[in-house]
């Protein structure tokens, strides 16, 4: 291996420093055929020119036939600005170093005071940053209070951190009086709360430049600022044209009901509201208000199913007080013009009585009252109906005064104020229903004794015994059971087992007395789980429902109004005023009104 150095002779040379492998024989007429190329790259370009040159002269021939022998290839090296731009980039751009992290760590300090008729005490720990406790107590000397002393522990603690040299203490109180004192949030007031005050502390309000482009166009669309400047103030005045000053009520308002508004509720719109950009802390709250006022809303919404008042269940008295009458109709006309049926129905006893009627007028249910129930069983005490004409008339109003009685009449549209009638309706319609199957429907006055006879006989579940038995203290003698001859048919005492049965009654009403109260209990505690309170005063303004929802149109509002409340007839029930102080006959139940925002 040999090393040679070429140099250059003055101008236009070239270096090359190189190694090749020399051949083990040089002859005369051996081109270098034998030895290794060697690749070098060189930033020399007339290197390469002797090289690649076919046509050199002088000194440059002489260079060029001394390097032949060696198999030597010139490779230009490639462009490098662009890397060198890299290169450059990388070594030169500064390392942003992590902030460092503070010289003096945390300390935290937990105070507690207090106070008795003994005397007062405070302590107070601290914590250095590895977790080691220090603990301080002391007692207070003059009389105090609780807030005080809680103030005075952490005034003790404060202390000790300031004589072992804390510079940063993190204070945790239980108190959220002495903890405003120290970020002076609160103003202390009392004598013994003001001569211990904590000094002030140096507080800085970090935040951003409250200024920025839009300050000058709203100080202006709101005052009508203009800059000092001429120029500034015409540009400014031109430019505010494409501005407007829009509130977010005005902007709740507009994406609720405006052009593209669908009257939503106040979630969604105050999701719209926050996609155009727009924010503030109560928006929800703002939309919620908006909405409660919106007139198309509270007459075209959805009313509550739920309950809004406790149920108030009639409390039962003794037999044959109370009475409750309603109509059931119209049936198919049957023989003698029948169409309807008026039903009477005992509360105690839970007794029925019905009859068949072809017109419903003030003078036939007179007379179904004074034979049906006065003639049968005695003057009651109170009638319950509903608002119907046959019931509000004078001249029944005129019998029931005349016989001492009092008319209780069920809110308007609302058939559960006489539960007890509605449900006899029921049962009987069933029974009429199954009783007609494959019958002619008109055949129904024929079928109501049977069907009376049946639900007189059965027991009830709010008593546990047969309305038959509450009244005549005995089971009901059945034919099927004639028919069997069984041992009550066989064994009966006679008029000396009625006697004893009659003897009996009292404790049995007085059994089935427990199971009403017990009954009104359970379901009471029941209905009450779904009551969702909506609380109706006198004098605020209520939608009502129309007295026949099914016959609406389907853009048609269910509600009507608004009206005023008068005043509460009793829990839940409430008479109405229009707006001009005209007072209504009778009382509207809560669950068909609904509270109406002007």
Same mark, same amino acid.
């Given at each position: 291996m040999a090393a040679h150095d070429w140099s250059d002779g003055g101008d236009g040379g070239a270096r090359l420093h190189g190694a090749r492998a020399l051949p083990a024989t040089r002859g005369e007429g051996e081109g270098g055929g034998g030895g290794q190329a060697l690749w070098q790259s060189s930033f020399?370009?007339?290197?390469?020119?002797?090289?690649?040159?076919?046509?050199?002269?002088?000194?440059?021939?002489?260079?060029?036939?001394?390097?032949?022998?060696?198999?030597?290839?010139?490779?230009?090296?490639?462009?490098?600005?662009?890397?060198?731009?890299?290169?450059?980039?990388?070594?030169?751009?500064?390392?942003?170093?992590? @902030?460092?992290?503070?010289?003096?760590?945390?300390?935290?300090?937990?105070?507690?005071?207090?106070?008795?008729?003994?005397?007062?005490?405070?302590?107070?720990?601290?914590?250095?940053?590895?977790?080691?406790?220090?603990?301080?107590?002391?007692?207070?000397?003059?009389?105090?209070?609780?807030?005080?002393?809680?103030?005075?522990?952490?005034?003790?603690?404060?202390?000790?951190?300031?004589?072992?040299?804390?510079?940063?203490?993190?204070?945790?109180?239980?108190?959220?009086?002495?903890?405003?004192?120290?970020?002076?949030?609160?103003?202390?007031?009392?004598?013994?709360?003001?001569?211990?005050?904590?000094?002030?502390?140096?507080?800085?309000?970090?935040?951003? @430049?409250?200024?920025?482009?839009?300050?000058?166009?709203?100080?202006?669309?709101?005052?009508?600022?203009?800059?000092?400047?001429?120029?500034?103030?015409?540009?400014?005045?031109?430019?505010?044209?494409?501005?407007?000053?829009?509130?977010?009520?005005?902007?709740?308002?507009?994406?609720?009901?405006?052009?593209?508004?669908?009257?939503?509720?106040?979630?969604?719109?105050?999701?719209?509201?926050?996609?155009?950009?727009?924010?503030?802390?109560?928006?929800?709250?703002?939309?919620?208000?908006?909405?409660?006022?919106?007139?198309?809303?509270?007459?075209?919404?959805?009313?509550?199913?739920?309950?809004?008042?406790?149920?108030?269940?009639?409390?039962?008295?003794?037999?044959?007080?109370?009475?409750?009458?309603?109509?059931?109709?119209?049936?198919?006309?049957?023989?003698?013009?029948?169409?309807?049926?008026?039903?009477?129905?005992?509360?105690?006893?839970?007794?029925?009585?019905?009859?068949?009627?072809?017109?419903?007028?003030?003078?036939v249910v007179q007379k179904f009252v004074w034979k049906n129930i006065v003639c049968r069983f005695g003057v009651p005490k109170e009638f319950i109906t509903d608002n119907g004409k046959q019931f509000d008339s004078g001249k029944f109003r005129e019998m029931c005064e005349g016989l001492n009685l009092e008319i209780r009449f069920a809110s308007v549209a609302h058939p559960q104020s006489n539960g007890v009638a509605e449900r006899a309706n029921g049962k009987i319609l069933e029974a009429l229903k199954k009783r007609l199957e494959g019958a002619a429907k008109g055949k129904w006055p024929e079928e109501l004794l049977s069907v009376l006879w049946a639900l007189r006989t059965t027991p009830t579940r709010p008593t546990k015994f047969s309305p038959f038995m509450l009244l005549y203290g005995d089971k009901a003698m059945t034919p099927a059971e004639l028919g069997a001859n069984s041992p009550r048919v066989m064994f009966s005492g006679g008029e000396e087992g009625r006697e004893v049965s009659l003897e009996l009654l009292e404790g049995v009403r007085v059994e089935a007395l427990k199971h009403m109260h017990k009954y009104a209990t359970s379901t009471s505690a029941t209905y009450n789980k779904k009551v969702r309170p909506t609380e109706l005063m006198p004098g605020h303004l209520v939608l009502r429902k129309k007295a026949n929802p099914v016959a609406v149109g389907k853009l048609e509002s269910k509600w009507e109004g608004p009206y005023i409340i008068k005043h509460k007839s009793r829990t839940g029930s409430f008479r109405l005023a229009t707006l001009e102080s005209e007072e209504f006959d009778h009382s509207w139940n809560a669950a068909s009104l609904k509270r109406f925002y002007a």
């Amino acid at each position: 291996m040999a090393a040679h150095d070429w140099s250059d002779g003055g101008d236009g040379g070239a270096r090359l420093h190189g190694a090749r492998a020399l051949p083990a024989t040089r002859g005369e007429g051996e081109g270098g055929g034998g030895g290794q190329a060697l690749w070098q790259s060189s930033f020399h370009r007339p290197l390469g020119e002797i090289l690649r040159g076919k046509e050199v002269t002088g000194r440059l021939s002489k260079w060029a036939a001394e390097l032949s022998p060696f198999d030597l290839h010139f490779v230009a090296r490639s462009a490098i600005k662009s890397q060198m731009l890299a290169d450059f980039v990388a070594e030169w751009t500064p390392v942003l170093a992590p @902030d460092p992290e503070p010289d003096d760590p945390f300390w935290v300090m937990c105070s507690d005071g207090s106070w008795s008729h003994k005397g007062a005490s405070v302590a107070a720990v601290l914590f250095s940053p590895n977790g080691v406790p220090i603990r301080y107590t002391a007692r207070l000397q003059f009389n105090t209070t609780n807030n005080a002393a809680e103030y005075e522990a952490v005034l003790l603690g404060l202390r000790k951190a300031k004589a072992l040299g804390v510079r940063r203490l993190l204070i945790r109180t239980d108190s959220k009086l002495v903890a405003g004192h120290v970020d002076k949030s609160f103003e202390a007031k009392e004598d013994g709360m003001k001569s211990s005050e904590v000094m002030t502390i140096d507080q800085e309000k970090l935040g951003e @430049d409250p200024y920025d482009w839009r300050t000058p166009f709203v100080k202006h669309l709101e005052t009508g600022w203009l800059p000092v400047d001429k120029v500034e103030a015409k540009r400014l005045q031109l430019s505010a044209t494409k501005y407007k000053m829009v509130s977010g009520e005005e902007m709740a308002k507009e994406i609720h009901q405006g052009l593209c508004g669908a009257h939503q509720a106040a979630r969604t719109v105050a999701s719209k509201v926050f996609r155009q950009g727009v924010y503030w802390p109560t928006v929800l709250k703002v939309c919620v208000e908006q909405i409660k006022k919106c007139e198309s809303c509270q007459r075209y919404d959805r009313s509550q199913a739920a309950p809004q008042y406790d149920l108030q269940p009639i409390a039962p008295i003794w037999p044959f007080a109370r009475w409750g009458l309603d109509i059931i109709g119209p049936f198919p006309v049957a023989r003698n013009g029948y169409k309807f049926t008026i039903v009477a129905v005992e509360y105690f006893s839970r007794w029925i009585e019905a009859e068949p009627l072809g017109a419903i007028t003030s003078a036939v249910v007179q007379k179904f009252v004074w034979k049906n129930i006065v003639c049968r069983f005695g003057v009651p005490k109170e009638f319950i109906t509903d608002n119907g004409k046959q019931f509000d008339s004078g001249k029944f109003r005129e019998m029931c005064e005349g016989l001492n009685l009092e008319i209780r009449f069920a809110s308007v549209a609302h058939p559960q104020s006489n539960g007890v009638a509605e449900r006899a309706n029921g049962k009987i319609l069933e029974a009429l229903k199954k009783r007609l199957e494959g019958a002619a429907k008109g055949k129904w006055p024929e079928e109501l004794l049977s069907v009376l006879w049946a639900l007189r006989t059965t027991p009830t579940r709010p008593t546990k015994f047969s309305p038959f038995m509450l009244l005549y203290g005995d089971k009901a003698m059945t034919p099927a059971e004639l028919g069997a001859n069984s041992p009550r048919v066989m064994f009966s005492g006679g008029e000396e087992g009625r006697e004893v049965s009659l003897e009996l009654l009292e404790g049995v009403r007085v059994e089935a007395l427990k199971h009403m109260h017990k009954y009104a209990t359970s379901t009471s505690a029941t209905y009450n789980k779904k009551v969702r309170p909506t609380e109706l005063m006198p004098g605020h303004l209520v939608l009502r429902k129309k007295a026949n929802p099914v016959a609406v149109g389907k853009l048609e509002s269910k509600w009507e109004g608004p009206y005023i409340i008068k005043h509460k007839s009793r829990t839940g029930s409430f008479r109405l005023a229009t707006l001009e102080s005209e007072e209504f006959d009778h009382s509207w139940n809560a669950a068909s009104l609904k509270r109406f925002y002007a």
